[in-house]
Antibody, heavy 121, light 107 residues
Framework: EVQLVESGGGLVKPGGSLRLSCEVS????????MSWVRQAPGKGLEWVGR??????????DYAAPVTGRFTISRDDSKNTLYLQMNSLKTEDTAVYYC????????????WGQGTLVTVSS | EIVLTQSPGTLSLSPGERATLSCRAT??????LAWYQQKPGQAPRLLIY???NRATGIPARFSGSGSGTDFTLTISSLEPEDFAVYYC?????????FGQGTKLEIK
C-alpha cells in the first residue's frame, strides 16, 4: 500500500518562502510520477504541478498561478518529494496534498493527508 | 485554459436512489477526465479515470461516461457512505484543472 506523508506546513508572512516535503513508501519511488494538489479552506481542489520520474525525463509542469514561484523536486535516494514555495501570497493559503500519479495517464491515485500552509501577516 | 463546470452544485437524494453528476469542459478534453470523491476531513479518492475506468477497489455502482466536453458520473444505488463532495479533473493539456465540485447530500 502506498503511503505519503507530508510535512513542512505552517504560518509564513506574505513574500516569504516555505518548503514542503512528502515522504513516500510502499512504491518504487524512483519510478513514480508525483504531484501536488492544494485546497484553500472551504474551497475546491486546485492542481499545483507534477514531476515525472527521472527515467521518464524528470519533467515538471505547473499551474499558471504558481509558475515562476513554486518548484517541485525529488530526491529518489530519500524517497521524498519536495515543493519549494517562494514569494508566497495570501491566496496560497491551503492544505497541500502530495499525490502519486498514474504514469503517463497522470491521475492522482494515492494521496497524503495534507499539510496546512497559512500565508498571513 | 480549460474550465470545468460541474452541475448541480448540490444534489439531495436518499439512499438507494440513483445519482447523476455532470461535468462540462469549455473545450474538448477527449477522454482525459477523472472523478474524485472527498469526504469531510479526508483526502480525495480517485474513483474513475479516462472518463470510464473504475480505479482499483471502487465499487461497481460507480460508473463514468462521456467524451469531448460532456461527462457524467453515475452512482446506481446510493449507499450511506457515498454522501460526499465529488470533483472532476481534466488532464488533456499539460496543465490539469478541477471542477468546483458537486456536494451529494442526504435528503
Amino acid at each position: 500500500e502506498v503511503q505519503l506523508v507530508e510535512s513542512g506546513g505552517g504560518l509564513v508572512k506574505p513574500g516569504g518562502s516555505l518548503r514542503l516535503s512528502c515522504e513516500v513508501s510502499g512504491v518504487t519511488f524512483s519510478n513514480a510520477w508525483m504531484s501536488w494538489v492544494r485546497q484553500a479552506p472551504g474551497k475546491g481542489l486546485e492542481w499545483v504541478g507534477r514531476i515525472k520520474s527521472k527515467t521518464d525525463g524528470g519533467t515538471t509542469d505547473y499551474a499558471a498561478p504558481v509558475t515562476g514561484r513554486f518548484t517541485i523536486s525529488r530526491d529518489d535516494s530519500k524517497n521524498t518529494l519536495y515543493l519549494q514555495m517562494n514569494s508566497l501570497k495570501t491566496e496560497d493559503t491551503a492544505v497541500y496534498y502530495c499525490t502519486s500519479v498514474l504514469r503517463f495517464l497522470e491521475w492522482s491515485d494515492s494521496w497524503g493527508q495534507g499539510t496546512l500552509v497559512t500565508v498571513s501577516s | 485554459e480549460i474550465v470545468l463546470t460541474q452541475s448541480p452544485g448540490t444534489l439531495s437524494l436518499s439512499p438507494g436512489e440513483r445519482a447523476t453528476l455532470s461535468c462540462r469542459a469549455t473545450q474538448s478534453v477527449s477522454s482525459k477526465l477523472a472523478w474524485y470523491q472527498q469526504k469531510p476531513g479526508q483526502a480525495p479518492r480517485l474513483l474513475i479515470y479516462e472518463a470510464s475506468n473504475r480505479a482499483t477497489g471502487i465499487p461497481a455502482r460507480f460508473s463514468g461516461s462521456g467524451s469531448g466536453t460532456d461527462f457524467t458520473l453515475t452512482i446506481s444505488s446510493l449507499e450511506p457512505e457515498d454522501f460526499a463532495v465529488y470533483y472532476c479533473q481534466q488532464r488533456s493539456k499539460w496543465r490539469g484543472s478541477f471542477g468546483q465540485g458537486t456536494k451529494l447530500e442526504i435528503k
